[in-house]
């Protein structure tokens, strides 16, 4: 089994791990959170990030950020780098763009080959995306049931 290790800006990794604990009340142990804290060192967010995959007992880890090119995802990157030294061989791929969609997608899937869970987690986002509007109802005029003097009855 993988589990999900969601690194994003506080306090969204909280947050969405617990949203994922809304909708799968028993992933509790498969999806992790570290959220960072906006005056906190990207070394010491690496090292908190580091020490929960060396916790792992998981055949892999995937590791979910918000945003592309902010701290979060640079600290990933950077911990990628250490992983097979740091982590015994254990694999590890991360996705940025993190959403609700990809997270309970990945979710559902944690138990796949780590490729596919990543495969499923890009799916997952990309099909929770959709265009909606709301149309309102047309001025029409509507006889109502009460008013008598407009309802016609027919004998």
Known sequence: MNQILIVAH????DAMRQCA?????????RVLALDVPPQEAPDVTQQRALELLQRSSADGVLILTDVFGATPSNVV???????PQATHGMQVRALTGLSLPMLLRATC?????????VERAM??????IMSFAY???????????HDSARHHHQQ
């Open 109 to 117: 899937y944690a138990e796949q080959a780590l490729e596919d869970l």
């Open 77 to 83: 990157q950077h911990l990628l780098q250490s992983v």
């Open 123 to 128: 799916a997952g986002a990309q099909q929770g």
């Open 21 to 29: 604990l809304h909708v799968f009340p028993d992933c509790g142990e």
């Open 10 to 13: 506080e306090p969204l990794a």
């Open 135 to 145: 149309t309102p109802v047309q001025n029409q005029q509507r006889d109502l049931p």
